[in-house]
């Protein structure tokens, strides 16, 4: 018989994927499923039909009352928020790729922050996560039917958020590898090039880095923020291509230490949208030189 440790361990990666995708913050997933372990520790109870799915509804209650206190938190943030990025290990085969960027990006994670604490744990149990709407009624306390209306609300909510295009994980990289060196030769025109005419870059700098405060909209203005960063940074930045949130992103750091965290949404040939990351809170588990 496999004991509570064992069969926690087994679950750990599912229980931490739906707690950072209800979350978008590493270190409260960890905490929620930090805090489902000792609750699990200390049942009494050994004879649970499914350790599994008792711990999937702990994480999910937790999850949805962690996310309820730090909604109110995020309305005093500093600037635009984004998810805490995490450095995704590869999948093992393309397809596994593909679903993990989606499931994982930042267009997406910024998308469900529309949904509220509920529908987005309904969601992601029924949409990412694959439960039925019965196994659903035992994890989230409510009807079938009830849970059918929430997830179709949420899905008409979080359509548009979607990536827009299934791109294979070979043509994004090489939009990775081309914005990386019109980047860094600070080459405006071929920049500009990659960019989708209605480009938004998001910054998130959370008051404790410098990054700018509005969402910056347009080939143009995109193109000088970029370049402008780059005449800050050079001679003194290392830049390198690394896995964020499930696909190849770019990395860069700064005496040795990672001061930007950036994620791409593309359409294997332009630049949808960038995401960068360079609050120091939100970089801890990214290190310089990070590579595929």
């Not at 509570?4 to 990666?13: I, N």
Request: with cysteine; glycine share 6%; hydrophobic share 40%.
């Amino acid at each position: 018989m496999n004991t509570k440790a064992e069969l926690f361990t087994k679950a750990r990666p599912r229980l931490f994927g739906l707690a950072y995708r209800m979350l978008g913050c590493r270190m409260d997933a960890e905490d929620v499923v930090q805090d489902a372990w000792l609750k699990y520790s200390r049942d009494r109870s050994d004879n649970l039909d499914d350790p599994e799915a008792w711990l999937v509804t702990v994480v999910t209650r937790l999850g949805i009352d962690r996310l309820r206190y730090l909604r109110s938190r995020r309305e005093e943030y500093y600037g635009p928020w984004l998810p805490e990025p995490v450095a995704a290990t590869e999948s093992r085969t393309a397809e596994e790729t593909m679903a993990l960027a989606a499931d994982l990006s930042m267009g997406f994670l910024l998308t469900l922050e529309r949904l509220s604490p509920e529908e987005r744990a309904a969601f992601l149990l029924r949409e990412v996560f694959d439960y039925s709407y019965a196994e659903m009624t035992r994890i989230l306390g409510r009807s079938e039917a009830a849970n059918r209306q929430v997830v179709s609300r949420a899905r008409q909510r979080v359509r548009d958020g979607r990536p827009r295009f299934a791109v294979a994980p070979q043509d994004h990289n090489r939009v990775v590898a081309r914005f990386t060196e019109a980047l860094m030769q600070q080459d405006s025109e071929a920049f500009s090039a990659l960019l989708a005419e209605d480009i938004r870059w998001i910054s998130d700098g959370g008051g404790k880095a410098v990054a700018a405060t509005r969402v910056v909209c347009g080939v143009r203005a995109a193109s000088r923020l970029a370049m402008g960063l780059v005449r800050q940074w050079q001679g003194q930045a290392r830049v390198s291509m690394g896995m964020v949130n499930g696909q190849q992103g770019i990395i860069i750091a700064i005496s040795d230490k990672v001061s930007a965290v950036i994620a791409l949404e593309s359409d294997g040939q332009r630049v949808l949208s960038i995401y960068s990351v360079v609050n120091p809170d939100k970089l801890t588990t990214f290190h310089s030189g990070t590579e595929n």
